[in-house]
């Protein structure tokens, strides 16, 4: 089974802190992603990877940044955490090729910022 | 305009019947697929159902299927013989797309929450 791996389930930082959120995923998948879900908005996406080295911006990247130095490893960095990014963040993982290709998600990480 | 609408933030049904979980999506791209993923309360996310735009014949899944309308663009989520263990939240997603790189990210609805009644 293809296993995506959040480094917390629960986290807790104070405003103006740097964050990371690491994500590993097992099944040499080339593409990651990073969500954020809030209640009554579903599921939005902050960033996305489809190679290593290689970002692009999803639908809400301001005050987020990313890294992928490594084929399996794909980090969410908040330069200067701030109430309006406590939030459950999902981390995500697929293959390439055809438009079928799901995504497996980790078991994601609340981050509570005071 | 969002690209995926659930217009049904909360459904209830009983114990064994049947329910449809509506999605609406909005694209212009020929080549597109459409996804369902269920949380429960612990908070993963479960692959349900996949269905093309390609795709003659509505996916099915067991006890879930696609009631696949691409005219209307629609593709309904239906569960038959509901259980207590079906009380989730409920996602309905796209991709636009098929040639790679960015094509490859899922934009997501809002989510209908099922609650199954005893």
């Known amino acids: 089974d293809v296993k995506v791996t959040q480094s917390s389930r629960y986290l807790v930082k104070r405003t103006g802190e740097k964050v990371f959120l690491e994500c590993v995923q097992d099944?040499?998948?080339?593409?990651m992603f990073w969500y954020r879900q809030d209640p009554g908005l579903g599921l939005r996406l902050i960033y996305f990877?489809?190679?290593?080295?290689?970002?692009e911006k999803g639908d809400i990247p301001e005050g987020y940044s990313v890294s992928r130095e490594k084929k399996e490893r794909f980090s969410l960095i908040l330069e200067s955490a701030s109430t309006n990014q406590t939030s459950m963040y999902l981390c995500?993982?697929?293959?390439?090729?055809?438009?079928?290709?799901?995504?497996?998600f980790g078991s994601g990480t609340q981050l509570s910022v005071l | 305009a969002q690209k995926i609408t659930q217009t049904q933030p909360g459904m209830f049904v009983q114990e064994k019947e049947a329910v449809t979980l509506d999605c609406t999506y909005d694209?212009?791209?020929?080549?597109?697929?459409l996804f369902w993923y269920k949380q429960p309360s612990s908070g993963e996310m479960i692959f349900l159902i996949y269905?093309?735009?390609?795709?003659?014949q509505n996916a099915t899944e067991g006890r879930y299927s696609l009631n696949f309308q691409k005219a209307r663009k629609s593709a309904n989520l239906v569960i038959s013989a509901s259980q207590l263990g079906d009380s989730a939240m409920y996602f309905c997603?796209?991709?636009?797309?098929?040639?790679?790189?960015?094509?490859?990210?899922?934009?997501f609805g809002k989510g209908t929450l099922l609650t199954v009644n005893p």
């Open positions: 694209t212009s791209d020929p080549s597109y697929g």
């Open positions: 099944m040499d998948h080339e593409n």
């Open positions: 990877s489809y190679d290593v080295k290689m970002k």
């Open positions: 997603a796209m991709r636009e797309g098929n040639s790679g790189g960015s094509n490859y990210k899922l934009t």
């Open positions: 269905q093309g735009s390609y795709d003659q």
């Open positions: 995500a993982s697929s293959l390439s090729g055809v438009n079928r290709r799901k995504l497996f």
